[in-house]
């Protein structure tokens, strides 16, 4: 069974850094896609960053320039470093991948929160 596990959320402070982790366990075989979705209390949940088998990258407009999406591939792993954050990241972060079939996964999400 495929299971995504988070880590790395917390308490920080307006234009501090931090990175999220997201093991992928659980033989996911072909992984279409790998990211990280946010949702504050009252929002929908939303896009933060995806990056594709292909390496091909995209982005939150509100994220641009501030987070990068990585991966290593032989650990199925997924982070997301997060620099410059805002009172207005806060949120939870979610892990989601798309694999095979278009079959897709989440972590259980991990709370950020930007506050001084």
């Known amino acids: 069974q495929v299971q995504l596990v988070e880590s790395g959320g917390g308490l920080v402070q307006p234009g501090g850094s931090l990175r999220l982790s997201c093991v992928v366990s659980?033989?996911?075989?072909?992984?279409?896609?790998m990211g990280w979705y946010r949702q504050a209390p009252g929002n929908q949940r939303e896009l933060v960053a995806v990056?594709?088998?292909?390496?091909?990258?995209k982005y939150a407009e509100s994220v641009k320039g501030r987070f990068t999406i990585s991966t290593d591939s032989p650990r199925n792993t997924v982070y997301l470093h997060m620099n410059s954050l805002k009172p207005e990241d806060t949120a939870v972060y979610y892990c989601?991948?798309?694999?095979?079939?278009?079959?897709?996964?989440w972590g259980q999400g991990t709370q950020v929160t930007v506050s001084s």
């Open positions: 989601n991948i798309v694999r095979e079939w278009f079959v897709e996964h």
């Open positions: 659980g033989s996911p075989g072909n992984i279409i896609s």
């Open positions: 990056v594709s088998g292909s390496g091909t990258t």
